[in-house]
């Protein structure tokens, strides 16, 4: 079974903090991704990583960054932390495959910005 | 643009049959997903179409239609565990998902 797993369920933090998440799986998979969750919105893309120290943008990358130094893990970093940026976080991954792989997720972060 | 839509709720009765309708417009086609997702828990995959036509999985089956944008998923004999938000994703290129804002669907007893 892939398992995703994500370092917290719940965060809560004050405005400015600077803010780890952490995504580690275990399948040895080459993508690996970031989205945020919001009612009515639906799930957007953050960022996303090919392949070790490789990262791209996605639809919504202001205000956050990555980190992917091993294979397995992946980092979302909120530089300084704002109310609007409260939210649940979901971690994906998948094999590289020809682009249509499916995606695997973790069970979420919900994070809470005071 | 890429957009993507889906009915945000449903609701229907325990052993009852209900469609969830997904039509989309983007850029490129590369396949479409759908995925169910529990209060508060993980999406998890419950099927993929990339041709045209129906895919049946047991109680499960998603029909696509390229030519139209459209897809759904079917689901029989509803059971009360069936009550969670159903997403519909495309993949218009390579590894990016877009996804709809996904459907609420309840099951009454």
């Known amino acids: 079974d892939v398992k995703v797993t994500q370092s917290s369920r719940y965060l809560v933090k004050r405005t400015g903090e600077k803010v780890f998440l952490e995504c580690v799986q275990d399948?040895?998979?080459?993508?690996m991704f970031w989205y945020r969750q919001d009612p009515g919105l639906g799930l957007r893309l953050i960022y996303f990583?090919?392949?070790?120290?490789?990262?791209e943008k996605g639809d919504i990358p202001e205000g956050y960054s990555v980190s992917r130094e091993k294979k397995e893990r992946f980092s979302l970093i909120l530089e300084s932390a704002s109310t609007n940026q409260t939210s649940m976080y979901l971690c994906?991954?998948?094999?590289?495959?020809?682009?249509?792989?499916?995606?695997?997720f973790g069970p979420g972060t919900r994070l809470l910005v005071l | 643009g890429q957009n993507i839509d889906q009915p945000t709720e449903m609701t229907a009765t325990e052993g009852a049959i209900v469609q969830i309708n997904c039509t989309y417009q983007?850029?490129?086609?590369?396949?479409l997903f759908w995925y169910q997702q529990h209060a508060g828990e993980a999406p998890t995959f419950l099927s993929y179409n990339v041709l045209d036509g129906l895919e049946e999985k047991g109680r499960f089956s998603s029909f696509l239609s390229r030519s139209k944008g459209y897809s759904y998923l079917l689901l029989k004999e509803l059971q009360m565990k069936d009550s969670a938000s159903y997403l519909c994703a495309v993949i218009p290129g390579t590894y990016k998902y877009i996804f709809g804002t996904g459907t609420r669907l309840k099951v009454l007893a």
């Open positions: 399948m040895d998979h080459e993508n």
């Open positions: 983007t850029s490129g086609f590369n396949g």
């Open positions: 994906a991954s998948s094999f590289a495959g020809f682009g249509q792989e499916t995606q695997y």
């Open positions: 990583s090919y392949d070790v120290k490789m990262k």
